[in-house]
């Protein structure tokens, strides 16, 4: 496990403090590793018209990517929740952009985490291979 990933994990924690989630009380937090070592954190930010609602692993690659960050080496996710907080498709998808070696923290506490990579939490994926005609 990279030294940085135990406070990647707390950072995670942290950021669902920071969560606006007043339609499903559902914080989530997330934390994102890039290559030199940087961390961006990123929370769930809700929109009356629910569709308009982005996660915090979105928002933690946008605040990355938007300061010209391109290459990532792990994200944590924690949630309120009492159990492992795995990624929703969306935001597998969206990762996945960024490379299939990602390593995902799925956190349950701050000390019972799995760490699974991206490519085996999607498979098959679709990337910028796909598109070459
Ligand atoms: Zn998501």
Same mark, same amino acid.
């Not at 990279?2 to 606006?20: D, V």
């Not at 309120?80 to 498709?89: A, E, H, N, T, V």
């Not at 699974?116 to 990337?127: E, I, M, Q, S, T």
């Given at each position: 496990?990279?030294?940085?990933?135990? +406070?990647?994990? +707390?950072?995670?924690?942290?950021?669902?403090?920071?969560?606006?989630?007043?339609?499903?009380?559902?914080?989530?937090?997330?934390?994102?590793?890039?290559?030199?070592?940087?961390?961006?954190?990123?929370?769930?930010?809700?929109?009356?018209?629910?569709?308009?609602?982005?996660?915090?692993?979105?928002?933690?690659?946008? !605040?990355?990517?938007? +300061?010209? +960050? !391109?290459?990532?080496?792990?994200?944590?996710?924690?949630?309120?929740?009492?159990?492992?907080?795995?990624?929703?498709?969306?935001?597998?998808?969206?990762?996945?952009?960024?490379?299939?070696?990602?390593?995902?923290?799925?956190? !349950?506490?701050?000390?019972?985490?799995?760490?699974?990579?991206?490519?085996?939490?999607?498979?098959?994926?679709?990337?910028?291979?796909?598109? !070459?005609?």
């Amino acid at each position: 496990m990279h030294p940085l990933y135990s +406070e990647l994990i +707390e950072l995670s924690i942290k950021a669902k403090k920071h969560s606006y989630s007043p339609y499903s009380k559902f914080s989530v937090g997330a934390a994102l590793l890039t290559s030199n070592n940087k961390i961006y954190t990123g929370t769930n930010v809700e929109s009356a018209s629910y569709s308009l609602s982005i996660c915090a692993e979105r928002v933690a690659f946008t !605040k990355a990517v938007s +300061e010209g +960050e !391109k290459k990532f080496r792990a994200i944590a996710i924690s949630a309120s929740i009492k159990d492992y907080i795995y990624p929703c498709g969306a935001c597998r998808q969206f990762m996945y952009e960024f490379g299939k070696d990602l390593d995902v923290i799925i956190i !349950k506490s701050k000390k019972d985490f799995l760490i699974k990579k991206l490519a085996d939490l999607l498979p098959g994926a679709f990337d910028k291979r796909s598109l !070459k005609l």
